[in-house]
Nanobody
């Protein structure tokens, strides 16, 4: 069973950047497509970005496209989320997960092995 640990969150001002990392242990993330999701207080968990097993195909929520970049290093069993031009509405707890089923990269129900999350706070 793959276990995921997110890191790299923090507090930044609007316009700043952060890079999140998601490290896999107890298995290899290179066998799976991976995704990043986020959840703000009082809101449902929402899709942010996903990457195919090979890393060739990437998918983004409209709200982050052009500002965030997902990538992976299969040799390190790590997936990254580079976040630029951050906005206060990006404030949330960010999770990574393994894609377990289905063809829809955007639905949290197709993902599992969720990490504990890393907090991102963007101030105006």
């Amino acid at each position: 069973q793959v276990q995921l640990v997110e890191s790299g969150g923090g507090s930044v001002q609007a316009g700043g950047s952060l890079r999140l990392s998601c490290a896999a242990s107890g298995g290899t993330s290179s066998n799976y497509a991976m995704g990043w999701f986020r959840q703000a207080p009082g809101k449902e968990r929402e899709f942010v970005a996903a990457i195919s097993l090979s890393g060739i195909n990437t998918y983004y929520a409209a709200s982050v496209k052009g500002r965030f970049t997902i990538s992976r290093d299969n040799a390190k069993n790590t997936v990254y989320l580079q976040m630029n031009s951050l906005k206060p509405e990006d404030t949330a707890l960010y999770f990574c997960a393994v894609k377990r089923s289905g063809t829809n990269y955007y639905s949290p129900s197709n993902f599992g092995s969720w990490g504990q999350g890393t907090q991102v706070t963007v101030s105006s």
